[in-house]
């Protein structure tokens, strides 16, 4: 029996879907950077299942590597019983990403969702300090689940949510009014306002439990926080005893070049959330990393059925094995930056009718545009050209490039190449000269 | 490299880790109904992942299905955009499962957990009503994350939220207080005192929005609700205009013989979470099923990341296609039942030493002992006897047989006898006689 | 100048006002238990402001006391400062009231209404257990304040919030479903639901700081707790740890015989709320009463500018040594709470074409009409005859009386006599025969 | 009978207690500007039963209104049953403050404290909306039941609450990071700051249903919000379709020059909450002044036993006639806050040695030191010196100035130079020089 999958997908999926209303195609294979149709026609992923594919569709190695687990009837799936694929993605883990790093931290498994992750680190932040209130910024996003959305800035997803959310604290993130003198501009400290809210005892911010942060806001609109300003706000939480979370699911796994989005500020997150690109092949897989000393859990205080999926801890460690065994791949990413970096400029400067402005770092770049609307159109004409490119903020201003970091410099010109297509005709469809 | 893999874990895994604990063995493989650990000793496995492996450990029809799959690069990730996989999922859950039953329904992916089928869940039932208490049970167990945990009863649990759970107001289940007229039982009817809280505009029970229940509750002592108390609780939801949420993650999928577990109360929920078993192979998966009036989402109005995880989408169509095109697989599950009944009933019998009484339905068995240490003693003893089962309820009193759908009647009674074996030994240590 | 006295209330006064609108009448003087208009038209009240004057308006030696306090310019306000007026209040609360019940207690003035001092109550109850949670009862009311309103079970006043009221929990007041064994009644024991649901782990019940209740719901519609079931609550607070709180606003100050509306339960609350009648004059004034042991607030924790209204204490102390020396004021009371209910038992018995109950105790009685709008019929009836009675319930089905208790058994007799021709008028027009 | 005062208070009232511990002397009669113990010690009173006593104490005129109503046996308690004393306190009301100011509001009693006007003017502003948050501001003081202290800033006060208090936002008040070009200072715009809150959809600040300012913070350290930071607030009000409500509990009553602290700003609130001095005499009252337009309650939506305390609207009445029916009292107390001001900044000026800032307007004046000490150390040797002053801000540095309105000059003079005395030897004490 044959039937038309986009028409079945209309019938019986729930009207919530939302990529498939901006790439209306039916996907089936995809390698690499490419997803293919059924006839297969090929579309350049610029979005990477919005960073879940960092190391590429159905990468060779790890495709085989599954299968040979699978085949070798590998446990699939154990709850939290000890498995070898287990011991062998945290032995991985630990001896590739955090010794290196001097980083000791133990890893929970909270269930394979990002939301997941960033639900138990504020559990175990609330546990340790005793308080509820947790601090988060302007156009953060942490995920759907009613803890995570309390800290996740958007309005429209907070309504969803049908409650009043509580217990948490926004605050302006970093740059927020203009650049501050850590980013050498002439605003007041960002990090002032901060600390005088929690420093006077009459401002009716209770003391936080702790702070969350996104060292780049990937669905906020590519708002990067400055070094200084993370480390600051780090300085705030020994200051006033909270801890610190790191949510780097989205810009973690090697995004921005190094491993952790954070590396270069130097800080020593409490507790950091990984997620997206953590199976290296695009199964579900979280991960909380939890400071020894905050590692105050009763056993079961939090679990999840699907924490102890283990054909992603099988492609976890080969992706770890493959990649980050040395420096090469966060060297290639940042050179890759850099091109996808200056290819955006070059359109922007050749472009004055359609002013905007860089956001990001490493391979997690974009363009906010001053007419907000040019981001969609361009995503649609792009998406008439094969491209496969998301927008983000909170007006879906900003044209947001999440290419797979193995894309060959070839693609990611080619994708540039779209990129300036796309704006020229967006422009001329909305009439901007 | 060579590693011990259990002093791996227990170095880099935190400390919240718990079946581990009650099960303290490294494994490596799956078939059927048994794990294995690395010397190949063999281990029957009667709690198949908390009832995620309905239909045993690596099937090798499912397996084959996916393997082709992945060989052939079928797409893995890729939000909720549209597929092949995912078409044909749709398609076939609507043919086998939904059509067939006169259920009329939409499936919407909210991430692949079954706490995040619930957050839909509850959100869903608040945006449709505009109301925001919803109505749980007592020894309701519904996730982990902050909008499960509201209705979830488990006072452990709940405290590990670190903030007041609120919007959650918890009512008797079926049977509480003991039998009712519904069960044949003296009890006042449960349902009354329900009725009586949402009539009185003075009881302090605010409008609902909904009230959510397990047919049987798998965490909270595998209490089995009866056919007429549900049809009375739906009559309650719609004499005050209140959304009907069933939770079928753990007793969906045929654990209690029909492919849902309230089927044979005829009622309609307004919403269904499933779960678990659905993708067949241990794959995480979970849909939430809305009926087309409540569907009113905004496009991606809640969202998750790994809600396109076409694998799970591909073993779960072949499971459908495998068990559910016809009755004999519910009407097998429904004699194996018996079979387990009849078995535990005759371990009661021979040992009055040891009182206890039979709970649950279908595949989903127990005993609950009035010695509450007996059933985790019984369960220590059986792994010993390389038998895997579990406990449950607020005490840990019951023990819970969840042992894979498709295990052999052989298996069942080899399992069945360790079982007597276990408890003579755990009675005999407790010094019970 | 001369205004119409009403035209100018229903211009300039908010729609919020509810008394005037059942009686509407412009009153100026009041004496004894009889209100007056302007054109000395007598009202005989069997209302007294909602029993904030059980000695009688304008009672001449509370008048004289007040009279000469102000002459001599005796201090008005102070807040919590110390004045001679505030001292010997406390003094005379301690002698004739608290020692010779042995009750041992310190006095809160938390603010002049009866909310503030529920408020304190709560939140001493949270300070002392370091939980949040508080019990109350279905009909319970304990005022308009969002603390106090989250343990009120009335609908249509919690609505009036505007926010979800939480970390409240409702549970069956005595009588709920029917008389219970405690009440010689055939119901399983009230007091056990509440039991099992403090004992299960599993209940979703968190562990409560505190129990609330009224010992009779004036606002709820006179019900009446039995004694034993008082014991049995208070015994379940010290079973699980948890604060009794008592408000004793409406039903305390001699309305049901004894000072205290629970001393015939023999039970020691854990804090106690006085209000209404404590100034004996109708002047603002409430106190929390907290056992020594619990008092433990930080100085200024709990304020409110009007916790020092040294007018009030005058009265409240003459009052006291008017009343209270000895137990004459009780027994006569007790006696024409007889009285009251031999006359409401004769209006029922002549009238069985209007079925209805008693409620209540001492000289807070009722009585609940199976027709729901008889109650109000004949308070409007009532007032036609010139005397002033209210209903309450969640549906206004109580007729309730709350004559001063200083009123002379001829007006009580009159009164009853009004009730009786009123419920016939009412019943006529409601074609009730 | 003679009893021990101060004993009987420290024996029998709650720990809770606060000024008796700052002024520990036990008052028997107060005069104007006067307070007089046991033995006719005179104390100078700049503290005023906190704004409380703006007319002065036992104000003869006032007195003998009250003392004629009482012998005359006027009515004291109705709840809000209609009375000429409500009716003419209403109707001149109207006639002197509102209707002169081109002000149309209705009045609502919601208990005679400034807390509960606070909880119904949230109230009204959440159904007005519909919605939920409230924003306030930084030292925000609102009063101490839930409603309102979620609305206040001070931690330690916020604690008291036991549970977490929820649905309020605070925002930086007018100057809280330095002046701003409103008032000629160097610092971006205060409002700058809560308006990109407001329409950034991303800001994580959920539509709130009000704002809620004082003009002046009593409570939070006399910080004066400028004219143009009101003007500012109440555009955004309109912008975003919020209620701005203004808190004029301790600021109004002519405590600032003219009757309503922010009439020179020209702002027309939604809703005004009013108490304090407004009985004049000391007895409790509050108002709450709401447009016509949003007095959309149901009768009885709100309530509260005290809201016909008809001998204070007797006092009430009297105060307005007297002091309000022409501009006479306001341009005096603008005068005697120059005197006031001067006198300080001469204090100031002369004592280089212990730096500070004016603050306030009107006769609302103080001094904020920069030894965070100093304020209550000279609130303690004034009061050696029979001068009663208070001291406020979220450190208690600021000494703060609440005399009668009535105070002759020669008082305040007289109080001045017992303020720069007991700086003197405040400062001596603490070491400074």
């Known amino acids: 029996m044959t039937i038309d999958y986009m028409q079945t997908i209309e019938d019986h999926e729930s009207i919530v879907r939302s990529y498939v209303r901006s790439f209306p195609t039916v996907f089936e294979k995809a390698k690499g950077s490419y997803l293919y149709d059924g006839d297969g026609k090929a579309y350049l992923d610029f979005f990477a299942g919005a960073s879940v594919m960092n190391y590429g569709h159905n990468h060779p190695e790890l495709q085989k590597a599954l299968i040979e687990y699978l085949q070798n009837d590998g446990v699939v799936h154990t709850l939290d019983m000890a498995t070898k694929a287990r011991a062998e993605f945290l032995d991985t883990y630990h001896r590739l990403i955090l010794e290196p790093r001097g980083m000791e931290y133990r890893v929970q498994f909270p269930g ?25 910024f302007t156009n953060a996003f942490h995920g759907m689940t009613l803890g995570s959305l309390a800290v996740t800035g958007n309005e429209f997803k907070r309504k969803g949510a049908g409650i009043p959310l509580t217990h948490g604290q926004t605050m302006p993130y970093c740059g927020y009014f203009g650049p501050c003198e850590n980013c050498g501009g002439p605003e007041r400290n960002c990090v002032d306002y901060l600390d005088r809210m929690l420093k006077d005892g009459g401002s009716g911010v209770d003391h936080p439990a702790a702070i969350i942060l996104e060292p780049i806001q990937g669905e906020g609109g590519l708002n990067s926080a400055c070094l200084e300003w993370m480390r600051q706000v780090e300085a705030l939480c020994r200051k006033y005893d909270m801890l610190l979370i790191v949510d780097d699911i989205q810009a973690g796994n090697g995004r921005t070049g190094p491993y952790f989005s954070f590396e270069e500020a130097g800080i020593k997150p409490d507790v950091i959330t990984v997620s997206k690109s953590i199976s290296g092949f695009g199964m579900p897989l979280a991960i909380t990393l939890v400071k020894p000393e905050h590692d105050i859990w009763e056993p079961g205080e939090h679990n999840g059925t699907f924490r102890g999926f283990n054909p992603a801890m099988i492609t976890a460690k080969k992706a770890l094995e493959l990649y980050w065994s040395d420096d090469k791949f966060e060297k290639d990413t940042l050179r890759k930056g850099e091109l996808v970096r200056d290819g955006l400029q070059k359109i922007l400067d050749k ?58 410099d070839e693609d990611l010109k080619k994708g540039l190449d779209i990129i300036e297509e796309s704006l020229v005709a967006a422009a001329k469809e909305l009439g901007i000269r």
Not at 114 to 130: C, D, P
Not at 392 to 400: A, H, I, N, Q
């Open 112 to 136: 394979p969702t990002g939301t997941n992750a960033v639900e138990t680190a504020l559990k175990i932040a609330r546990k340790v300090t005793g308080r509820e209130d947790v601090i988060s």
């Open 351 to 408: 472009h004055p009718e359609t002013p905007g402005s860089l956001r990001g770092r490493g391979m997690f770049r974009g363009i906010a545009f001053e007419h907000h609307e040019l981001a969609e159109k361009i995503s649609e004409h792009a998406f008439e050209r094969q491209l496969i490119i998301e927008t983000s903020g909170p007006r879906d201003e900003v044209l947001k490039l999440l290419p797979p970091l193995v894309t060959s």
